[in-house]
């Protein structure tokens, strides 16, 4: 093998010789290139072929985990005598399952990766945000009808409706609100979501009043205010997914 020294001192006796008709050459041959790419008429993937790639990649596992948990609902609700009371509890579970799906990019550590690619995070978030709440809306919609159908539930179909709404839009926004401010996403996520579904569960050991039908009134209001808040952070997300701006930071 030969030595460092010798291969030192032979790296050290080349000798470069400039050609300035190469590097003129070279220069005008990326000019070209850079040119030509910057006229080039490239067609672009509009949003729905973007969102069915997203299904793609992420559409079966977010289906297969918001329909396991909608089985294992409906399968312990059979054994409550109030059950009504338990939907804003089980409704951020919904949302828990599918934040595997949403930081997928964080679990496997290439969220710079992600950065890299033509479309930008708050693209790809809404993306996933999108197919997460169509999964959700076929969900809560069998779930009610199970209930109305299958249990005989005496709550009218408004009081349902807000008591699976109320709650999913408080957790939806809170998750938004870290994932736009701090890091650790996926840990303060599934904290907020368990801490929700907790939240709605003492509230309703602490004032079961809250789900008799004469209560409608202040689920409106509830709806109302954290509806307020989800649109606002959607529309803020909206926002910078057709500019194509990074929405919060990325670990």
Not at 72 to 78: K, P
Request: hydrophobic residues 50%; contains cysteine.
């Amino acid at each position: 093998m030969m030595k460092s020294i010798i291969l030192k001192n032979y790296l050290n006796s080349y000798k470069y010789i400039e050609n300035p008709k190469k590097i003129e050459e070279t220069v005008a041959e990326c000019r070209r290139i850079t040119e030509e790419r910057a006229v080039l008429n490239r067609k672009r993937s509009n949003y729905l072929e973007f969102l069915s790639e997203v299904f793609r990649m992420n559409g079966l596992m977010i289906l297969l985990g918001q329909m396991a948990t909608l089985v294992m609902i409906c399968l312990f609700i059979q054994f409550i005598n109030d059950y009504p009371r338990l939907i804003p509890v089980c409704i951020p579970l919904f949302i828990l399952v599918a934040l595997p799906a949403l930081f997928e990019a964080e679990i496997s550590k290439m969220s710079e990766i992600e950065l890299a690619t033509r479309n930008s995070c708050a693209q790809l978030l809404l993306a996933r945000l999108v197919i997460i709440g169509a999964s959700d809306i076929i969900c809560f919609t069998l779930l009610l009808i199970v209930e109305l159908y299958c249990f005989h539930t005496g709550q009218g179909i408004l009081n349902l409706i807000l008591y699976v709404f109320v709650p999913y839009m408080a957790c939806v926004t809170m998750i938004l609100r870290l994932i736009r401010s701090g890091r650790r996403r996926l840990r303060n996520s599934a904290g907020t979501a368990v801490l929700t579904s907790i939240i709605f569960g003492m509230v309703a050991l602490v004032i079961p009043g809250l789900y008799k039908a004469s209560s409608v009134g202040i689920w409106l209001i509830c709806f109302i205010i954290f509806g307020s808040f989800f649109i606002r952070e959607m529309g803020y997300l909206i926002s910078l997914a057709k500019e194509g701006k990074t929405y919060g930071f990325v670990d």
